[in-house]
């Protein structure tokens, strides 16, 4: 009876899947647009820069991810009449957009974080060649400071986004249907509780699986030059 | 009402932080251990464990297991009907996981300690339960503060989850606050900055830890 319950609501919950692949790939890479800018603003010398930049990444990472998507989707609720003012209430009224919203700022603060330590990783020598070389600001953010604090901080920003596919079963919990959203319907209807959420745990490790995978070979692309196995 | 939840909030975290270092000792061991059946158990304990994500295992702790506890008893003839406490599964879930994460944390610090410590404790006659007692342990637990602090840090940020199963923590005593005053943006508001309290406060305390840990240590 359980395999039967599995095999039909497979269907669902390999939608469900999409849907959870969609709102974490969608995060990342947003984040990761995000988090770049915000890691340089956080070495910087100038306090009115690394100052806010700081401010985000502190309360971010120091609360409950679940709290920062509660607030944002029915904090936002507070200020109907600004958001739509600027006629932006249709948006916070989707359960979808809010999740998307709420996973990429906190994956950004996570990830500026990490970056921050890749960018400090970068040896100071190198640096000091690329400025005898004439290069400065920019060309030099963009030439080597960037791509080596990437690959120092790789392995670290894998666990991250790891940590951010697991987290985003937590938007379930506004309505949007990813993988424990359905399992949590089907679930409630059939009362197979353990074969639904296990099945929905097996998902996710297989999902979690195929991230590594993909990561890792990034990693070995990226410092090939260091003969790293994938 | 809030500072309320707040208690139960570091309540439900240290009886899952004390849960989860017990289970990392346990679990650093097995994966230690000469046997080879235990050191796969315990690696699967770790890998499946910080594959899935905590909600998935919160549902599956409070909702599967008293229904497959049922039915296995419904099998052998019996009737009866189980519902687990909220506090009790959310602390053995959250234990349990976390577990999982300062077991690796754990492994690291025992590898840490030099072996040449535990070879001059055999020396001086001690028998290996003795040595873990006197010699390991002490010394792991130097090496674990840092990453205890994160699972720590990590774990108090879990809690939150809880509240879907109504334990009456302080998120879900926020979700009730902002249900019944219409003002959903002040209520989380302010429990994001009980649990950014929380965070700061443990941050010091590790802090402290720490330095008192290495106050044997000489640095550069």
Known sequence: MAAELILDSMPRLLQGTWTTIQLTGLSVVIGFCLAIPLSVMRVSTLRSVWMPVYAFIFYFRGTPLLVQIFLIYYGSGQFQGFLSDIGLWSLFQSAWFCAVLSLTLNTAAYSAEIFRGGIQGVPFGEVEAARACGMSGALLYRRIILPKALRIAWPAYTNEVIFLLQASSLVSIITVMDITGVARVIAARSFAFYEIFITAAVFYLVLVYGVLFVFRRIEHRISAHLKVSP | ?220
């Open chain 2, 1 to 220: 009402m809030l500072l309320k939840g707040a208690r139960l909030t570091i309540y439900v975290g240290l009886s899952s932080m004390a849960l989860a270092v017990f289970l990392g000792l346990i679990g650093a061991l097995c994966k230690l251990s000469g046997s080879r059946i235990i050191r796969f158990l315990a690696g699967c304990y770790t890998t499946v464990v910080r594959g899935i994500p905590e909600l998935v295992l919160i549902l599956l702790v409070y909702y599967g297991v008293p229904t497959l506890i049922q039915d296995i008893c419904a099998l052998l003839g019996y009737e009866l009907y189980i519902s687990l406490n909220p506090f009790i599964s959310g602390v053995a879930t959250i234990g349990f996981i976390y577990g999982a994460f300062s077991t690796e944390v754990f492994r690291g610090a025992y590898m840490a300690v030099p072996k040449g410590q535990i070879e001059a404790a055999r020396a001086c006659g001690m028998p290996s339960v003795l040595t873990f007692r006197r010699i390991t342990l002490p010394q792991m637990m130097r090496f674990a503060l840092p990453g205890l602090g994160n699972v720590w840090m990590v774990l108090i940020k879990a809690t939150a989850l809880i509240s879907v199963i109504q334990l009456p923590e302080l998120m879900r005593n926020a979700d009730i606050a902002a249900r019944t005053t219409h003002k959903p943006f002040t209520f989380f508001f302010v429990a994001s900055l009980i649990y950014l309290g929380i965070t700061i406060g443990s941050n010091i305390l590790q802090q402290w830890a720490e330095n008192r840990a290495n106050r044997g240590v000489r640095r550069a």
